[in-house]
């Protein structure tokens, strides 16, 4: 990390309170001209937990556990929080950065994979933020790469796998009976086809190529244990927008009672 003077940890946000959850949505769908009854629906949701995201509090964790290791290394990086969607904002962290004396940034967003709303979207909105607080060609900001295929990643989905692997296999259910359901977030067809840099996106686009590389890591590590691997699929939730506009498929509800049906 030499040369860098502060790291910056960016994120997505999220209300944490039930105050916070209509005005949280309108930020992350603002310009986008999505109808107040889909917020009233969305914002549903939000309320029956409480109004709380667990965002926040995974991202502090993240920070103590952050800082944890940057001391165990003797790195006195100070660590720095910016959300796209919600307190703590970046534009009043970066200007807080700047004026603690820092002039070049260490940046982690917390999204593993390449797609317009988990890359591009937080450059701009890095962008955008210094522009609004008068500090573009001031701060300088380096973003860490995507960190789909990472073993500190991988990792526990593959220590996660293994274990109940083990378990169905000790209550005699044998691998050819058991189905495996990798999920993750659905995005617009259109956005997973674009998505990472030209001539670098695969055939599918980088935000599903990512996923199924991330995929092969995990199960090289069950497979690595000697473990049978069953069946598996890469499937979707959280589809939302115009029921006209194509979404990555098959949604979890669908794969669910398919794979039930197929025995």
């Known amino acids: 990390m030499s040369g860098y003077d502060a790291f910056l940890l960016v994120s997505f946000g999220g209300p944490e309170g039930p105050d916070d959850v209509m005005p949280f949505l309108e930020n992350v769908t603002r310009g986008r001209g999505v109808p107040r009854e889909r917020l009233e629906a969305v914002a549903h949701h939000y309320l029956e937990l409480g109004g709380v995201s667990p965002i926040n509090d995974q991202n502090r964790a993240l920070i103590a556990a ?4 940057l001391d165990r290394r003797d790195i006195a990086l100070p660590i720095y929080w910016g959300n796209r969607n919600w307190d703590p904002f970046l534009g009043p962290e970066l ?19 390449s797609s317009y709303s988990g890359c591009r979207q937080y450059r701009e909105d890095l962008a955008a933020a210094l522009e609004s607080s008068g500090l573009g060609g001031v701060l300088a900001i380096d973003k860490i790469r995507h960190y789909f295929d990472h073993p500190g990643f991988v990792g526990p989905f593959a220590e996660g796998l293994a274990a109940a692997l083990d378990e169905l296999a000790r209550d005699g259910v044998p691998a050819d009976a058991t189905r495996v359901l990798f999920v993750t977030h659905s995005v ?32 090289n590590v069950v497979r690595a244990g000697g473990r049978a691997i069953p069946d598996w699929s890469l499937v979707y939730q959280s589809r939302s927008g115009s029921p006209h506009v194509p979404w990555l498929e098959p949604d979890i509800h669908d794969a669910l009672p398919a794979a039930r049906d197929e025995g």
Not at 102 to 107: N, Q, S, V
Not at 201 to 212: M, P
């Open 95 to 113: 200007t807080r950065l700047h004026a603690d004396g820092h002039r070049r940034l260490l940046a982690l967003a917390t999204s593993a994979y």
């Open 66 to 69: 952050l800082r944890t290791e």
């Open 188 to 219: 617009p067809v259109a956005m997973a086809e674009t998505a990472g840099p030209p001539g670098r996106r695969g055939a599918r686009g980088a935000y599903v190529e990512q996923h199924l590389a991330a995929i092969e890591c995990t199960l």
